[in-house]
T-cell receptor, first 119, second 108 residues
Framework: VQLMESGGGLVQPGGSLRLSCAAS????????MSWVRQAPGQGLEWVST??????????ADSVEGRFTISRDNSKNTLWLQMNSLRDDDTAVYYC????FGAGRSLGYWGQGTLVTVSS | EIVLTQSPGTLSLSPGERATLSCRAS???????LAWYQQKPGQAPRLLIY???TRATGIPDRFSGSGSGTDFTLTISRLEPEDFAVYYC?????????FGRGTKVEVK
């Protein structure tokens, strides 16, 4: 299993950014996927999860209405569209393979991409 | 929203010692949906335990999980040098995933 995030960078408050996660080594179109973030020096915060088909999406209250999770199963790619970014969205963003058969745990993680929101 | 409280915040131990980490939930959690992760500096988290007590693939048997309801425990029977890290518990419920704030296991 390999997961590789990209798309992070520096963005001004109120701006937008789109993160990508390229997946390989497993059957992507049946695997739910999640985004988890970690602010500098802080703990882990779940952001969003999407079902394998893409029909079900779930969001943390802190990003509901601003972030959109999506996937293209033909390209084995997961995205996170982030709008109206705030300073407190600054974090390393990880994509993770989510195993509904193993207690909805996050079994595999990418190495993360850093998003910095600052003027 | 279920809040997970991990204790202690920092555990100072020597290699070879036993580590006992606690995760307490603000309301009852299904054991099916309780997991533990290890994170080393500069690395992504790694799944250790799911279903409160099932080791993930490749996890050594010195790691064990137990508990039910609101109280869960991760035990490392004999600390190896590579076990010094931060450990997080995580639960799923009502279409939400929640993490505890972590316990740092450091070298005494």
């Amino acid at each position: 299993v390999q997961l590789m995030e990209s798309g992070g960078g520096l963005v001004q408050p109120g701006g937008s950014l789109r993160l990508s996660c390229a997946a390989s080594g497993f059957t992507f179109n049946t695997s739910p996927m999640s985004w988890v973030r970690q602010a500098p020096g802080q703990g882990l915060e779940w952001v969003s999860t999407i079902s394998g088909s893409g029909s079900g999406t779930y969001y943390a209250d802190s990003v509901e209405g601003r972030f959109t999770i999506s996937r293209d199963n033909s390209k084995n790619t997961l995205w996170l569209q982030m709008n109206s970014l705030r300073d407190d969205d600054t974090a390393v963003y990880y994509c993770a393979k989510t195993d509904f058969g193993a207690g909805r745990s996050l079994g595999y993680w990418g190495q993360g991409t850093l998003v910095t929101v600052s003027s | 929203e279920i809040v997970l409280t991990q204790s202690p915040g920092t555990l100072s131990l020597s290699p070879g010692e036993r580590a006992t980490l606690s995760c307490r939930a603000s309301q009852s959690v299904s054991s099916t949906y309780l997991a533990w992760y290890q994170q080393k500096p500069g690395q992504a988290p790694r799944l250790l335990i799911y279903g409160a007590s099932t080791r993930a693939t490749g996890i050594p048997d010195r790691f064990s999980g137990s508990g039910s309801g609101t109280d869960f425990t991760l035990t490392i029977s004999r600390l190896e040098p590579e076990d010094f890290a931060v450990y997080y518990c995580q639960q799923y419920g009502s279409s939400r995933w929640t993490f505890g704030r972590g316990t740092k296991v450091e070298v005494k």
